[in-house]
């Protein structure tokens, strides 16, 4: 019996690294994946869904798993299952909780699951009178689907307002901004945490913190992600109880009530304020960056995690990580995130004596030489025991790489280091 066909839906950094760490189990393709997967992979262009679904019908595919959150808000997983194949991720009804703000704020207050005080309106004197009670202490999201980059952090309540109407005038976010989430600012720190749901089962991920502003010290404009580092130490196990406890398990149950069984990776964005978490947002999905760090962790057969999550079968596996720090540099390009970049070939040098891997997302392939295209380029991964020591292999890494403007941040993991140089001096003092 010849290896089982796994199909991975999207191109970008997150699906690499799910097929670079399953392709030793499995024969692989991708549509569209991009420059680098084809390096291990066969890469297809058939964009329509549809005919996707017969393409895989007939290719005897075993497992689809979906990588971003597009073609899960257009129901890939309904129309897949239609066809009786078996696709990770979930349906389109359970994929509203990314595909708009106002139903994941109206399902996290039927359920009581905690999260900021908001308003949902196509009004903009609603949203007004709401900024004034909070006094523009707020958070401004389009309703719809953004790529990550539909949430407007005002810093004054005149902002605040004007934000609210380009918003609702279509001049931010075009159709996707014509209704908003105006919600309040929570002071904290942020984790992402990432549940494999089977729709009644999960099992959860070591806690990752991403980096979204596009330059050091959390300034300049939120992208889709600029660096992630997982397990993270400001995860406490308090933490860590708190969200299985007061989000995962009624999510899953409320999903179940709501006639959407929840099948797929959900990822909470959370802000923990004075030791308790709040959902943020909920994305349908692996984040990207925070899957080339978390993947590789991975103990177990990555095949075997998947088709048990797609099939119900989640009981059946004892999840199991590997005891190391994994800390991820996304190296973007020049233009990012205002407009498209010239491409350029990438030149890598000899990285043999460096604990870590290169994710690629936004390149081609044009005779035997990777170009980067554009957005998140790649993402340099760097591994070891403890935040520290992991960093400084993602940052050698760094160095190894070369293209036209490539950018990236330089304190990625910043957070995690404070508060082990902080504990590390308690120690020490008690000592």
Not at 108 to 133: C, G, H, M
């Amino acid at each position: 019996m010849g290896k089982p066909k796994v199909l991975i839906i999207g191109g970008g950094g997150r699906e690499y690294s799910i097929g670079y760490f399953l392709k030793e189990e499995v024969e692989l393709f991708y549509a569209p994946g991009n420059g680098a997967t084809a390096q291990f992979a066969t890469n297809l262009s058939i964009s329509d869904y549809r005919e996707l679904a017969e393409w895989a019908h007939r290719a005897q595919i075993d497992l689809t798993i979906v990588g971003p959150e597009a073609p899960l808000v257009a129901g890939i997983v309904d129309l897949f299952k239609s066809k009786g194949l078996i696709i990770f991720g979930p349906s389109k009804g359970a994929s509203q909780l990314e595909g708009s703000k106002g139903f994941m704020k109206r399902f996290l207050a039927k359920y009581n699951i905690p999260t900021a005080r908001f308003v949902e309106t196509d009004n903009y004197s609603v949203a007004a009178d709401f900024i004034d009670q909070l006094d523009g202490k707020v958070v401004v999201k389009a309703d719809g689907l953004c790529g990550g980059k539909g949430v407007i952090i005002p810093k004054s309540k005149e902002e605040a307002k004007e934000v609210a109407q380009k918003m609702l005038g279509g001049e931010l976010f075009g159709e996707a901004g014509k209704r908003i989430v105006v919600e309040e600012f929570l002071e904290g720190f942020e984790l992402s945490m990432f549940a494999l749901c089977d729709g009644k089962n999960y099992k959860l991920f070591p806690a990752a913190q991403d980096h979204k502003r596009l330059l050091d010290g959390d300034q300049g404009p939120n992208t889709g992600g600029m660096g992630a580092y997982t397990p993270t130490p400001l995860a406490t196990p308090q933490i860590y109880r708190k969200v299985e406890e007061q989000i995962i398990k009624p999510t899953l149950v409320g999903m179940e009530r709501e006639g959407y069984p929840y099948t797929g990776i959900l990822f909470l964005g959370l802000m923990v304020v004075d030791g308790n978490p709040y959902v943020l947002e909920y994305n349908v999905r692996f984040g990207d960056p925070e899957c080339e760090e978390l993947i590789p962790l991975v103990d177990n057969s990555l095949f075997d995690l998947f088709f048990k999550g797609a099939t119900g079968k989640l009981e059946e596996i004892d999840l199991k990580f590997k005891n190391r720090t994994a800390v991820g540099v996304v190296c973007a390009s020049q233009n990012y995130p205002y407009g498209k970049s010239e491409p350029s070939p990438i030149q890598i040098e000899d990285y043999s004596d460096i604990d870590g891997y290169i994710a690629f997302g936004g390149v081609s392939e044009k005779e035997g030489k990777l170009w980067a295209t554009g957005g998140r380029v790649l993402v340099c991964v760097g591994f070891g025991n403890g935040v520290a020591e992991a960093r400084r292999e993602a940052y050698r890494l760094v160095e190894k790489v070369h293209f036209t403007g490539k950018k990236f941040r330089r304190d990625i993991a910043y957070q995690a280091l404070q508060l082990e140089r902080e504990r590390k001096r308690e120690r020490e003092e008690k000592n």
